[in-house]
């Protein structure tokens, strides 16, 4: 007898039993009776939720093992897994069942980066032979050796060892191939991973890629060879993401630490981000061991870099940040934000590259270097510069603009200005226009400084502004020289200052000055 047949006769016999009982009349037996009626009500729907589960099972298959071992992916396609285990607690005993890893028991990694439907049905439903365990980070491993992930693997799942003498590079390499033509994501741990060459990613157009580690003070990544450190390359409205991670070199590199490349030319619709990053010659800074470039941003669109180190050579060599479209002829590069960025020993801090617009750097410090920010000769294009409460403290003209910016706010920020000829604030082109001037502070402690801001030449159309803006032991306040036009200055304070206000331009306007 089938188990439904059998269950139906039982409720039927059941329903017989309570029946005669209700029509036999009341006696000293009548308790007795009640009490059988009822043991056997209770057999019988314990027997009908046994019936349920063997109905159940006989229709999807038997139950996963118990919370504790994750069910497994078997199956028959070229990237299925045979057999899987236990997946561990950190503290190495079993741990509970996680959706990463039941995720990563029902998907190998090979057949996700594929969509290989043949492989993704079988992994799907063979569920039998537990023996999964947890190789590194978020990647999991069967006994065959095949890995799975919940969306990211983590470099030692292919080679990768933070020792400070394995080469990383092929281990790289293969995490790399493993996604195809899928978003890129590769974890890093705690330790230093040597570079033999450059490391270098170049999804499809339609691949997002994220590179993190576990911080910048503890996830090293070292380049000992003269050579480009990473490269990574997306298409039109891709991300790319890179945390945690610092990029060191053993010595002199004329190459770029990380350099990032975008076919966006005028926006995207996802956001880009370079958070608790660190770029520097391996040790204790030394003068021999800097990047010639640290970070270069080509085409890349809103874009955010937050909690970022940029080290150079005591001012000689190293650029710091550079921001820019690699084709400024037919892309844009739009809107960059950085924060709490330290710029240390840069020739260069802040490059404003080509064709680049919407820039706001604040809560960040310029010190030790040349020049903290610089929009320099050629830079065509470029619009929309905004620096707030920030630190300049450098040996050269701190704020630096020969190139054709228009619309520049200068607001809340404290300059500490350098001798004589330099300038804390230097504006030389007569395409530049729209200028505010605004809450700064220009002073030098020690000797009697350079000038505080500088004029030379700027654009027909300009409506620029100076006011508010105190000024301490300097040469000049302002001064505004025979190309500068229509400009006002007002309501500026000046303390020690030998000229406050040097006007030989067109159309300004001068207003009083308090003492």
């Not at 996680?98 to 063979?126: C, E, G, I, W």
């Not at 000689?316 to 550079?322: I, V």
Request: aromatic share 8%; charged share 10%; glycine share 10%.
């Amino acid at each position: 007898m089938s188990p439904i047949v059998e269950v139906f006769a039982r409720v039927r016999a059941m329903i017989m039993i309570s029946e005669c009982a209700q029509r036999q009349r009341p006696s000293r037996h009548s308790l007795k009776q009640e009490y059988i009626v009822l043991r056997r009500f209770m057999t019988a729907l314990a027997f009908i939720c046994h019936a349920s589960v063997v109905l159940v099972q006989s229709v999807v298959g038997p139950p996963s093992p118990v919370i504790g071992s994750i069910a497994t992916a078997g199956g028959t396609g070229a990237n299925s897994a045979a057999a899987n285990t236990v997946l561990a607690a950190p503290d190495g005993s079993p741990g509970a069942a996680t959706m990463r890893a039941l995720v990563a028991a029902d998907y190998p990694l090979a057949a996700l980066k594929a969509n290989n439907p043949s492989d993704l049905a079988s992994a799907a439903t063979a569920r039998t032979n537990p023996g999964f365990t947890n190789v590194a980070g978020d990647d999991v491993m069967n006994a065959s050796g095949q890995h799975f992930a919940s969306g990211c693997v983590a470099i030692e799942a292919f080679g990768g060892v933070g020792n400070g003498s394995t080469d990383t590079l092929a281990a790289w390499n293969a995490a790399v191939s493993s996604f195809r033509t899928k978003d890129i994501c590769i974890k890093f741990g705690v330790g230093t991973y040597v570079f033999s060459n450059t490391a270098s990613a170049t999804p499809s157009g339609t691949a997002h890629i994220r590179i993190f580690g576990m911080g910048k003070s503890v996830t090293h990544l070292l380049w000992n060879v003269n050579v480009a450190g990473m490269i990574l390359t997306t298409g039109n409205e891709m991300t790319v993401e890179v945390d945690g991670l610092d990029f060191e070199t053993r010595s002199f590199n004329a190459n770029t630490a990380l350099a990032v490349n975008s076919s966006d030319c005028s926006g995207s619709k996802y956001s880009s981000h370079f958070n608790d990053l660190s770029f520097r010659g391996q040790g204790n800074y030394l003068p021999s061991s800097y990047w010639t470039n640290d970070l270069l941003i080509n085409n890349l669109s809103d874009v955010s870099a937050t909690d970022v180190d940029f080290f150079g050579n005591r001012g000689n060599h190293t650029t710091g940040l550079t921001y820019q479209s690699s084709n400024p002829k037919t892309c844009v590069a739009i809107v960059l934000n950085v924060t709490h960025a330290n710029f240390i020993n840069d020739k260069i801090g802040f490059l404003y590259g080509k064709a680049a617009q919407g820039v706001t750097i604040s809560q960040s410090n310029f010190a030790n270097g040349l020049t903290g920010i610089n929009v320099p000769v050629g830079s065509i294009g470029t619009a929309q510069l905004s620096v707030s409460d920030s630190q300049f403290n450098t040996t050269n003209d701190q704020i630096l603009i020969k190139g054709d910016l228009v619309g520049c706010q200068i607001m809340n920020n404290v300059f500490t200005v350098p001798a004589s000829p330099w300038n804390g604030i230097y504006i030389n082109n007569a395409s530049a226009n729209w200028f505010t001037i605004l809450g700064n502070i220009f002073e030098n402690t020690k000797t009697t400084g350079g000038d505080g801001i500088q004029v030379n030449a700027n654009g027909a159309s300009n409506v620029g502004t100076i006011t508010g803006n105190g000024f301490y032991n300097l040469g000049f306040g302002v001064g505004l020289q025979a190309g500068s036009r229509h400009w006002t200055v007002a309501s500026n304070s000046y303390n020690h200052v030998t000229t406050n206000v040097s006007n030989s331009g067109v159309s300004n306007l001068v207003g009083v000055a308090t003492p």
